[in-house]
């Protein structure tokens, strides 16, 4: 499948699972820019940035961990309900909190190395959160995996990538042009929550992918 069809077939998906994936993540999302916003506004901008890595390492795991459960969920024809997704989400915070924490990481050192390494990590790693959820692998274990299932298929996961961010970090910086800082706080967390928001369609594209690229030869193709 080209990227153009995982495309097609996961905004279909959105479209159709948006007040449920609202319903599911949205009360997290805002509470993650809220949090992120109390910080800020308490370290003032000269704040620490791992303030703000840790803030995503308490809230991100939970509605994301939910998020590729309710997507296994559906690809199998099930709907459970919200509260059962956050269980199990909350079951996996601890594996999956270390696994966020150290993919930034070394997202982090690959981008501030001329930008290119910490690109190529973030499409090598792009399957490690489904492989921990929903295969029930460690961290590490699951990152190695993730290598594993990405080599041969590294351009049709960055082309996936870039035709989902490319348009959402243009239009952060769109945002930011029409209202740059210092803003109100309120519209601070409109603006932190929706960007937010829109980047789970990224999570949606790579669960479309994983399930091309990770489903065992004995088992026919899975999908949303």
Known sequence: MNPFEVLRDSLYFFQRN???I???CLPLVILEALLQLLVDHSQGPEAFPGFSVVVGLLVYPLYTGALILFLDARSRGESPSTMALLSAA?????RFALLTAVSTLLILVGLSLYF???IWLMVMLAFAE???VLRNMQPLAAMRES???V?????RILVCILCVMGPLWLLRGATMSIYPPPQNPML????????SFLQLFTSVVLFRLFMLIGQTPDKPEGGI
């Open 116 to 118: 290119l390494p910490g």
């Open 18 to 20: 948006l007040g449920r």
């Open 147 to 149: 290598m594993r299932l």
């Open 90 to 94: 909350a079951r996996l915070w601890p």
């Open 151 to 155: 080599r041969g298929n590294f351009l």
């Open 130 to 132: 489904y492989l921990l």
């Open 22 to 24: 609202a319903v599911l």
């Open 188 to 195: 601070t967390l409109v603006i932190e929550s929706a960007h």
